[in-house]
């Protein structure tokens, strides 16, 4: 900011520039890629993500958004007085679903285990045609992780 104001300042600029070039390109360059690996990254992150589906006209692409829209509404049917934490990872085969469910009976959990695994898939193959695996992983608050 003071560089149009300051004569000797401008003069010590030109003069390192001059006398360090190898340090100016270094740090140039530096800043130029990181702002590429930034674009690339802001870029990438942004690719909407879809799974293929293999239905009877053809394949079919299904956002990850409509997937999670179904398991809300199924959480919501479930536990309709929590917010129920979700995450939707797309593997080659099928979908890994991880899932933060409230505290629930140790004794009720394996029943409640089962019954969620098989409402999902079932709500996913009415819904969307979804055959693939699908692997649940889900952790009761204040329990470990069940798989």
Do not use: C
Request: no cysteine.
């Amino acid at each position: 900011m003071l560089l149009p104001f300051s004569l000797p300042i401008r003069e010590s600029l030109i003069f390192f520039i001059q006398n360090h070039w190898s340090i100016t390109f270094l740090f140039g360059f530096v800043i130029f890629t990181v702002g590429l690996a930034t674009i690339f990254g802001i870029i990438f992150s942004k690719v909407p993500k879809y799974f293929t589906i293999h239905k009877h006209l053809g394949l079919v692409e299904i956002d990850e958004l409509v997937i999670q829209k179904y398991l809300d509404r199924y959480w919501k049917t479930l536990f309709p007085e929590t917010d129920i934490a979700q995450t939707i990872e797309f593997k080659k085969n099928g979908l890994n679903v991880y899932v933060d469910l409230p505290t629930v009976a140790l004794e009720d959990q394996k029943n409640l285990i089962e019954r969620i695994d098989q409402e999902i898939s079932q709500l996913l193959f009415d819904n969307l045609g979804f055959r693939g695996d699908l692997d649940l992983n889900l952790k009761f608050q204040d329990t470990p992780v069940i798989k």
